[in-house]
């Protein structure tokens, strides 16, 4: 009796190992078909808006790991990430809704882009820890979850880049995350060497950190462009 019960419960063991695996890769699969569904939804808005469409993945990638749904603790929705003040400030009525949220998020992208000379860096540091906190430490704030932000969203948009090629990321690009972080303030955004651990993804990111959009006043100088 006590070995035809053991035996019952190995079979149920098997049997749940086994829808769990089955729902990681079904999940696993569901999440490539999406990234690739929104390929072309990123190419249009880039072009559009005249930002690079590996930055604005690599973006996606580090907020919300492309997923719609996602929502931060601060109260950022979306795939790119969006708070309530940028999402009406960009026209963005529905942050989950995919089209209106990476519109949005590209729009402020390119406002950030101009606001800080094109400095890619720069702006990302502005999507996460706000615009005037950039201006006011006059480069990369000091704050570590800003500069591991940055160095991954780079190293994200480097393999994109490197996707694109159909070639390997260039080694020189893909720096460790720890001496990023580590590095000493003041330092100038433009002389720091930015990348990122394989141990950071985006999930890890999502978790710890949010798109806090705050202090940005500016609007997209792209006249005339919804």
Known sequence: MVRQASSRVEKKCVLFLF?????LGVSSLCAAES???YDELIRELARR???????????IRAESDFDPRAVSAKGARGLMQLTPKTARRHGVSNPQDPRQNIRGGVRFLRALLDRFDNDTKLALAAYNAGGGTVERFGGLPPYQETRRYVATVLR???????????????????????????????RRAETIWYGAGESTDGRALRAALHSPERGFEGEPNRAGVP
């Open 19 to 23: 829808c769990v695996f089955l729902g």
């Open 35 to 37: 990234r690739e569904n």
């Open 49 to 59: 808006y005249e930002v690079e469409p590996a930055l604005v993945k690599a973006v």
């Open 156 to 186: 994200y948009r480097q393999r994109y880049l490197a996707a694109e090629r159909n070639d390997d990321p260039e080694p020189s690009d893909v720096a460790v995350a720890t001496a990023l972080v580590k590095d000493p303030f003041p």
